[in-house]
């Protein structure tokens, strides 16, 4: 299976994720009728991984971050704009990289960055181990230090530590 990215030329329209026909797949991706759209720089927890909550029994950490972006896709009504598109492979659809604003009260926030600085992401890692998106780190550690969402649980599973093993 190869992969490869392939950065938008020019300027892309921005389109509004639909209220109905949205099935979140993580906590950075969803289809989108027959399109698959996933936020550029985050990682959510990944499916099947697992934390203990206050009452001592274990969560899954990745339908966890799923529905949060469920909520904030729902109640914020976030415009986006493609970045890229990645090919899986031959078969597979491909899925468009994007990055996404929200409105809440009268700001127009980064929706990346809300699920980082909520504690329900983290950022995304290149293959070199850098950030993606260097900011999205800062918030990550802020978020951390906060003990904001996931964070608030001793043994969250952070997803980049399984995909570098």
């Not at 992969?3 to 938008?8: E, G, H, R, V, Y």
């Not at 206050?54 to 914020?76: E, N, W």
């Not at 900011?135 to 990550?140: F, K, N, Q, R, S």
Request: charge should be positive; aromatic fraction near 6%; hydrophobic fraction near 40%.
């Amino acid at each position: 299976m190869s992969s490869s990215a392939t950065a938008q030329q020019g300027s892309t329209p921005s389109f509004d994720v639909p209220q109905s026909g949205v099935t979140v797949l993580t906590g950075d991706s969803w289809r989108q009728g027959a399109q698959l759209v996933r936020l550029y720089g985050i990682q959510a927890c990944m499916r099947d991984t697992s934390y203990t909550d206050d009452a001592g029994k274990p969560q899954d950490c990745g339908a966890v971050s799923a529905s949060m972006l469920a909520a904030l896709l729902r109640d914020t009504r976030p415009r986006c704009r493609a970045v890229a598109q990645v090919a899986s492979s031959i078969s597979a659809p491909s899925t468009t990289l994007v990055v996404c604003s929200a409105q809440i009260s009268s700001n127009v926030l980064d929706l990346g960055s809300i699920m980082i600085s909520q504690g329900f992401a983290f950022a995304a890692l290149d293959s070199t181990q850098r950030p993606v998106y260097p900011p999205y780190l800062a918030l990550e550690l802020l978020a951390g230090k906060a003990r904001a969402g996931l964070w608030k649980f001793s043994d969250v599973p952070h997803p980049n530590s399984r995909l570098f093993k």
